[in-house]
């Protein structure tokens, strides 16, 4: 028996395949930042430093604009005092000329000092706007590129992955993503290997089981050919030998069409067939057990119904084990009833009996496996809880629909849809 | 008296077709694999009339001996015994004459009648 093998780790090609086109290490984008730090740090303190250079030079200004007029007041009252007028006028004009000079260099270092800050100011935003759509565009890719794995991971693709790459907050979250995808595909492979571990070993458990089977109902059936040399005693015996082996027997065949059905291997050849000839096969089959049971069992098939595209053993199949049914949860002298009438581009057969019916929790599960009817009523029921399940899968097979409904005390109707030879595929649903 | 020359590796399934087949008035050959199969037609004279072949069997299969039997020419009715539908389709699907399969466990009122009918008797 083989090991169970993760199947090929994607995961790591994944991220192979999304180093080859990273752009950005996590790394580089941090040294970037700090780069980016450094550099506002810098002009902010070459801005500082110029604005208290600039405040002192103004300072200056005013001081020697003040000495300057002090010393023309100075010179004005000599002149006005008539003390060396002629020297005074002279440094009048100086102290006036002087000041020219003082106002002339401040406006100019207010000029230069102003193009400098506008200049810094202009550079700090540029920078923080490139740096601050750097940094949402490395966020940006990677985080759609999660959004848009995550929608088709949850879509059922296994293969979903992200490059890992951008920020290192990105790249953790990219990482993360797609180890959890990894993981995911990991199990989903290990499951459905287990599936085919399981099929095959119905398979092969309902093969092996066949022989010993063959050998006990074979023995059986020959000691009922001498039944007149058996004790009734020991003829009831060998009958419930055989009773029960041919419950074994149904009860492999339908586990091995469920196997089949799982493992896509349960085929049909659909042929035109009459609807008429296949309700009436089924019927006759089943004669003889509700007449054992005072059932009353009546077919009503609509005249001029189309042909349907079926397999006959299978459809008939499923009729039988619908009227197993209705037969073995009925009461004696229940009434059953099968019709067959048409339905939009195909033809409804409906199995409709009036016996204990079912609730509706249990309704709702009537077409899963092993599902049987209420406890009390299955000790005299010999099904095998997979009949229903088989019939859904044949049916659905057949591009047809299998239905049910039911009233506690009153019966249970199901219902199947068949397309007619020659329709497309379910255009009306059964009810 | 019609002979049958069946086949299966277990004793007990032989025992049973043996016992069946010789009530219904069969003279009855048993060979446990395929191999055998091959053995007994080259010695059995008369040569039987209908072989009956488990589908598997060790050493060499129902269905291998059939192959090399229709290959050596042999044009006796041959039916496969197989276990289940998987087997069978693999059968048809193959190109060799087979007269017909017969699933386990055996219907044998329907095997009657279909040895009755390929041998004429």
């Known amino acids: 028996m083989p090991s169970v093998v993760p199947v090929a780790s994607s995961p790591i090609a994944g991220q192979a395949y999304s180093r080859r086109r990273f752009r950005l290490s996590p790394s580089v984008a ?171 070993f119905v398979l092969t458990a309902s093969h092996e089981l066949r022989s010993p089977l063959t050998s006990v109902q074979g023995f059986a059936e020959l000691l009922m050919l001498e039944r007149e040399k058996l004790s009734d005693k020991q003829a009831e015996t060998v009958e419930v030998i055989l009773d029960n082996t041919r419950h074994l027997v149904r009860l492999l065949n339908d586990l091995l069409d469920l196997a089949r059905s799982d493992a896509g291997r349960l085929t049909i050849k659909p042929a035109p067939t009459e609807v008429g000839s296949l309700v009436e096969d089924a019927v006759r089959t089943m004669r003889s057990q509700t007449e054992g049971r005072d059932q009353s069992l009546v077919q009503r098939v609509e005249p001029g119904l189309p042909e349907v595209s079926v397999d006959r053993d299978r459809i008939r199949q499923v009729l039988v084990n619908l009227l197993t049914n209705a037969h073995e949860y009925s009461p004696a002298g229940a009434s059953i009833a099968v019709t067959a009438t048409r339905n939009g581009a195909g033809v409804e057969l409906a199995v409709r009996d009036d016996g204990p019916g079912m609730p509706a929790d249990q309704l709702e599960h009537i077409f899963d496996r092993f599902t049987r009817g209420d406890a009390g009523l299955t000790q005299h029921v010999g099904g095998t809880g997979l009949g229903l399940a088989i019939s859904k899968s044949l049916v659905e097979l057949h591009g047809g629909t299998i239905g049910a409904e039911s009233t506690l005390g009153q019966g249970s109707t199901f219902r199947v849809w068949l397309p007619a030879a020659g329709a497309d595929g379910p255009q009306q649903e059964a009810t | 008296m019609t002979r049958v020359l069946i086949a299966d590796d277990s004793e007990t399934i032989l025992l049973l077709l043996r016992t069946r087949l010789e009530m219904e008035g069969y003279e009855v050959l048993t060979a446990a694999d395929g191999v055998e199969v091959l053995e007994a037609i080259g010695g059995a004279d008369p040569a039987p009339d209908i072989l009956l072949l488990d589908a598997m069997m060790p050493r060499k299969s129902g269905i291998d001996a059939l192959r090399e039997l229709r290959a050596q020419g042999l044009e006796t009715p041959i039916l496969i015994v197989s276990a289940h539908q998987d087997q069978m389709d693999a059968g048809a699907a193959s190109d060799v004459e087979v007269s017909g399969y017969v699933t386990k466990p055996i219907d044998f009122d329907d095997l009657f009648a279909r040895i009755a009918e390929l041998t004429g008797s």
């Open chain 1, 30 to 200: 941090n040294r970037l930042t700090i780069g980016f730090a450094i550099a506002f740090a810098v002009l902010t303190g070459l801005a500082v430093i110029g604005v208290a250079r600039f405040l002192q030079q103004r300072q200056d200004f005013e001081d020697a604009t003040a000495r300057s007029y002090q010393v023309e007041i100075a010179a004005r009252n000599r002149i006005a005092a008539g003390i060396h007028p002629v020297a005074s006028r002279v440094i009048v004009v100086k102290q006036k000329a002087e000041r020219q000079h003082l106002h002339d260099e401040i406006e100019g270092k207010t000029r230069d000092t102003a193009l400098l800050v506008g200049a810094g100011l202009i550079a700090a935003l540029t920078g923080a706007a490139l740096l601050f759509t750097g940094l949402i565009a490395t966020m940006r890719r990677p985080l759609e590129e999660l959004v848009d794995a995550s929608g088709r991971l949850a879509g059922g693709d296994l293969e979903a992955r992200v490059k890992v790459g951008g920020l290192s907050e990105t790249a953790a979250l990219g990482e993360a993503f797609n180890e959890m995808a990894g993981e995911l595909q990991r199990r989903a492979g290990e499951r459905d290997q287990l599936e085919t571990m399981k099929d095959e």
